[in-house]
């Protein structure tokens, strides 16, 4: 035990020599390191005529300024009796925390023997628990109550039995209000009955854009048609939002991209048909190099709203036989118009390997 002075010496040999024979407390060691760094001696110079390492040094030159707010802060005697002689390493970890959190926690070490390395675990839980604006109703401050919401953060998850075993005996340990205490006492029962299963989150989308949503839309028919059986075809009413498509009637029905020109339908119809049947429907002959010689099935979206003529676009009209046609005017036409197109669809290309030697695959 060390040798107690009553005062600590005020020149530089004198606090050197108490160093070297390491007179009085580990607090008093640690003012006189202060002391002679303030008057200019370095850490290395002191090693050198006392033998404490510039590490040591450093611990309880902090440790002993932890020690003054102790003091300061009105502690118990015991727990200043007690750190006085020994704990500089626990004192040390003490730093990071304000006054009255050292007062506790110097007071919480002592009362439960902590070791250094348990000191620092209960330091970080305060840390933590200071940042928590609203405590759990029932909880304190007090650092055992700190441990108890350190424990329960990391309980949640964890599987293996033995980490949460270790876990509910550490908050057991340290659990200050009754209110802590029952929370750790609720894992060990729900250690020993388990929970049911919780059930899965359902599989949540949401459409990102107009863009994403598809269009139903009745399929008048396939070419060759009659214009009555074009006209036939009731009107079909989108339920918002996600455009649900009630019919009464014995229909066909096929759904387009969600495109803006097929949101922009008025009274959209499909005509079904091939390359080869809508070449045959419209009568420009300009048209007939514009389709490919390779057959292919079409979808033709016709809105029967669009009734006025514009040079600009292909337009629904029966022919002398009553069937339906599609033609281009360059001036306004006499005849009646019963829908213009707006879109032609053509299926999903499928590269064919073996028919890759055929130019003509690839003049699209």
Known sequence: MPTPVPTLPTDSEGLLRLLRHKEGTWVQWGIACQMLQKMGENSLAIFENTGFEPVQQNQIVVASQVYASLQAGNAADIVLAHFEQKGSDILNELRVLNQSERVAMATFALEKNLDVLEAKDVVKAIKEASSVANLPEGFTRHPGDAVVL???????????PQERTRLIARGLRFAHSEKARSAIERLLTDMANPSKKKAPKLPNFRYDSEDSIPRILPVVGTLPMSIDQFKAVLFADELAPFGIVHSS??????????????HEAEDGVIVSCNTDTLQASIAQEEVVSTIRNRVEDVLVLVDRAQRDWDENGYFAIADE?????????ESSPEV?????????????????EAASQDRWQFEE
């Open 336 to 352: 009646k118009l019963f829908g213009k197109i707006t879109l032609t669809l053509r299926p999903k290309r499928f590269f064919d």
């Open 321 to 329: 036989e009553g069937n339906l046609k599609f033609a281009w005017f």
């Open 150 to 160: 350190q424990v329960l953060k990391a309980a949640q998850g964890k599987i293996d």
């Open 249 to 262: 009637s014995e229909s066909t029905w096929a759904t387009l991209p969600g495109w803006f020109v097929v």
